[in-house]
């Protein structure tokens, strides 16, 4: 079979990195260019040692034209606004486009600009699809512009959307506390995430503000078949991959058997390659370098609350291993091609 | 002024040490006796080499006619259940007992016993005070036996109690979603504490049955005058100390100001030596070492929901400190007395 | 092609473990038995979670007869003396063994002696062929009892090896000062890699005597052609994986220009699959999860002592991986069968 | 007794909160100024939320002439060059200068510019003593200019120029293998100590090229009485404090009995308030938070070399607690004055 050839638009970022991981072991794929402007010139293995004596590849600046003409697919890992524009170009020039971005990730650009500022491609929202495979698997087979999920919105909306689905948890008053390690800051050095600082801490951050709770809340009311706002407080806390989803609600009937939860779960996720429902609290570290999600359902039977988590390594479900299971899915290709190797644990 | 003789019995784990770091230091206290069962014989020196040339001292075997003969004041810091019966013996004897188990913090025995069994030595419990000075400060003055407050209590009830002493938030559906260290979890080799196991990973434990959860609801129940039942989440993180509570309660009055909440507090606090309103997310790093506090109230006006944080020390604030504090107040010596150091930072 | 049945003997270890999940990826090995005592009759997912929804098995009772009845390749990953009990059982009974344990790695069972004890199987240690394929690929090709290299003398042999042949460092006064993170010493917990004591230090042991010296002597005599003695400190820091071997040579001739050893290690490696010679000190996170090599060599010309470094992840080249590397040797598969993954950097 | 006057220039960095720490606790210093230039303006409680309720000062801008008005002591935690011309300001104007940086450490400006560039302030430089409170006491006590030593020098110092003074080991040949905390990076965020980069992995910089070079072998060469050259690489691992070096020499006679290392460092240190001789391989972790140092020697018969350690809290011994200890021997104070403390550990 052909390889499809891919661009990286973004490449220099750590979703950048962490896809040329992913598509160098892809049967399917020839990853053909790397952009980044500001690392254009630059190899690759020297940003990225990890890449010596595997990748070579010298970043270049990003060029829709040239995109176009060489590649067939193009994975975005762009600041937001940046990604908007480029995946306009591309999409205009027939590339399918896998944007990691929040850009296309809310259906509204009223919504978006509330959270993000003004929308640089509005016109593209209607052709977007969200990219969670496991809630959208249909609409990714056909898509031409896949909005990648952010990596609280994937680890949380696993957790709690099947049993939104099945109407055992009540749409209101649902908490969000998530932990996140420090990669889903980026690489650009920065206080709150220089190794003296955060080493030896946790706190809270971007309290009751952070931008990923209107997309968790949009798929969560797709779930629920009515609006709904949920509080959400990400903490940082001193590892380098992980997420984990500490979600409680309420439930619908609290006459329902503890295990409820859990067993709706396991219906919902029986057939996903990616999903396991454990029966203890899951750990990010036994999905470092995966693109597992591991999940879980409690009943506190004392204070009849609902207690689902979700865990995934943010770097791969929660990004690029989620972009090339998109990938997988719209080209037809095994959902989990260049995605089966289990987590490095320890 | 004559140094008050005093002993820590149980003085080879996690927080013996800390009250051993404290008290060396301590103007007013002689450290005359470390008793330690197991490590019976051996030189402090040897099993904390953090202690070499500062402290020589031998662990023996505890002895309460010993220790009544020698102390006027014992700390206990022994596996629940052991500490009762240590406690009944020297509380007979006439020694003044600080117990850092949680042994004497429930008022009813029958409550104890549904989380951790039958209890040793029932007689005790209305004689003790439980040692969270900044709620119970007049009944210490006098307290004989003093019930040191748990790690997670402390962080969570500084930062609940006052807005439910106020009437701000409502006593039920009080979520604490707490982020611990490993030092809580003691010096006993285990998996679950073991580096390769948790060094890079995340996760909740006892997910709605940690035995500090009914600790936690007396006190509040205290300031809310009323009976409540919460839900608490324990989270394990890959860092030695801290504790970080994160809580979510509904107002009382969604009408009253955002900063409201964040105001109150400053006003319980106020005269307070060791906790501090911050108007930030409070983060653990900035208080390892030491016995301070810092809280932070918050108003997610999208949910109408209050969210509130504390952050310890877990084996100062949230342990030894806590005990030393305590034993200053019940002595009538300033309270500050060899716990003013700044947290060690970064 | 049919697939080779393999079994793993001491498979509830971090070596085992890493060695299912190298093992499941590979396309011509059926992973036909799961070996571990202790654990006989647990799932191995209940055991590592990251296999949960992947890995289906439960470990047995070792029993040569049936390994050798439904197996055609053996992993041993016991602790030293048990291992060489099982490898001569299985030799006898025509399974090949890759041994990771130490019990085949020295040549002489009066070292051995020294080192560890009397030797259980020493009539074996002819037949075995030391596992470090970069040094000793020939007769690996056709080895059936293999002694897979420690993580320690991994790191410094490919490191040092190349020098010593060349002439270039003399054998004499050779210090390896090494760091490991602590996956190393095992799952079993024990005070040394308990979280709250070496979460935040760093620290040497077994100075002067740790069990890779003789090892590593062993290699470098057989490269420089003459007996040697070197000085071996590892250093316990707080990461879970990873090897840097920091070695201290002189020169032959200091005459010679400072690039002439990093010049003799890239013609060394210029055709190696795993091995890259890097211009910069490696960094051991460059290389988790991979089963790739780096090493750097530098001339301090102010003091005209060499210095050269090597990088692993300890249980990937350290351990499971170059057992793969080795079956794909001696089975005459493509080198880098099952170990094409780059590292998980960040 | 009236309290001394003491300003600290370069407030805003790492060694500075450390002074800040440090001095609030001391009870013969008033803590006059805070001057950071960038900071200015700034409440310290703002950059370091730890002091929050502790200390209420403002950083200023440096003003020579504001500080000789108001304080005889000044502690400079400047970059090096900058920290000269202020050390020269100051001291003009009769300020007793404790000055952190590298500036007056090299006797000789010749050899500064060498690995510095051109000194500010070469007139200093006959004024200046070397503030290694073990090695210089009685001309200390007197000094009122001193070079404030680096922490890699403390730790390699303290632990070798013992066995040189007593011409037990060799002056040539010495090798430094030394380990730090990100801590001694300082507090500018860059890719080098960013969390996701340094979280995970170890590795050494600037070999054979580290400024602290020179400062280790001038000292050296005071105790050994010749001129010496030594080889030092300085690693970076993922704790925040502490650092340890690893030294490796040859013995003058190998036929002295294993323990004449350790036993010349014990008499050597037998009076000394803040050095202990163990005799296992210090652990950074022993010593974190306090001015404290840890050595220990060992012989290796079989190769006949000498290895020595030492360990410290780079940011204590290291710098700030070390120029406190200085500040107490210029002052007649007792030596440990706020800097009693133990360890902080676990």
């Given at each position: 079979?052909?390889?499809?050839?891919?661009?990286?638009?973004?490449?220099?970022?750590?979703?950048?990195?962490?896809?040329?991981?992913?598509?160098?072991?892809?049967?399917?794929?020839?990853?053909?260019?790397?952009?980044a402007h500001r690392h254009a010139g630059h190899e690759i293995a020297k940003d990225y040692p990890q890449f010596a004596g595997i990748v070579q590849a010298t970043y270049e600046v990003f060029d829709a034209e040239a995109v176009a003409r060489d590649c067939e697919i193009a994975f975005l890992a762009l600041p937001h606004g940046e990604s908007a524009r480029a995946a306009e170009a591309l999409h205009q020039r027939g590339v399918t486009v896998l944007d990691l971005s929040a850009d296309l990730r809310l259906r509204s650009a009223a919504v978006y600009a509330e959270w993000y500022g003004d929308h640089h491609a509005p016109s593209l929202l209607p052709h977007a699809v969200y990219g969670l495979v496991e809630r959208h698997r249909e609409a990714l087979r056909t898509a031409r512009l896949v909005a990648v999920p952010g990596c609280y919105p994937t680890a949380a909306i696993l957790a709690l959307a099947p049993l939104l689905d099945a109407r055992l948890i009540a749409p209101d008053g649902i908490i969000i506390d998530a932990k996140s390690g420090t990669t889903g800051a980026g690489r650009e050095p920065q206080r709150s995430t220089h190794f003296s600082e955060i080493g030896e801490g946790v706190r809270a951050y971007k309290v009751a503000g952070h931008r990923h709770t209107p997309e968790i809340e949009q798929e969560l009311e797709r779930a629920a078949g009515k609006l709904l706002r949920l509080t959400f407080t990400p903490h940082l806390i001193p590892m380098t991959r992980g997420i984990l989803a500490t979600c409680y609600a309420l439930p619908v009937d609290p006459a329902r058997p503890a295990q409820a939860y859990a067993d709706e779960l396991r219906r919902t996720y029986a057939d996903e390659p990616f999903v396991t429902v454990v029966d203890h609290a899951p750990d990010t570290a036994h999905l470092r370098g995966s693109n597992r999600v591991q999940v879980a359902a409690f009943y506190d039977a004392r204070t009849g609350r609902v207690i689902v988590m979700g865990a995934i390594d943010n770097l791969v479900k929660g990004a690029a291993g989620q972009a090339v299971q998109c990938l997988n899915v719209l080209r037809g290709w095994p959902e989990t091609t260049a995605l089966d190797g289990g987590a490095i644990f320890p």
């Open positions: 079979m052909e390889r499809t050839p891919v661009a990286i638009v973004g490449a220099s970022g750590y979703v950048g990195a962490e896809l040329v991981r992913l598509l160098v072991r892809h049967p399917h794929v020839l990853l053909r260019g790397l952009y």
